[in-house]
């Protein structure tokens, strides 16, 4: 196995690992009417 191709197997489990991480970042539901700032709609 060469050298590239073990760097692009690395990078691709990273990238695998980064978005399964990314999947389980939850963003909150900001109620920006609730917190009277309506205007971040605008």
């Known amino acids: 196995m060469s050298a590239l191709s ?3 197997e690395k990078i691709e ?3 695998v690992l ?3 991480k990314a ?3 939850k963003v909150p539901y900001i109620d920006w009417y ?3 700032e309506p ?3 605008d």
């Open 23 to 25: 999947a389980d970042v």
């Open 6 to 8: 073990k760097e692009k």
């Open 18 to 20: 980064a978005e399964a």
């Open 13 to 15: 489990s990273e990238l």
């Open 39 to 41: 205007q971040m709609f």
């Open 34 to 36: 609730k917190l009277n």
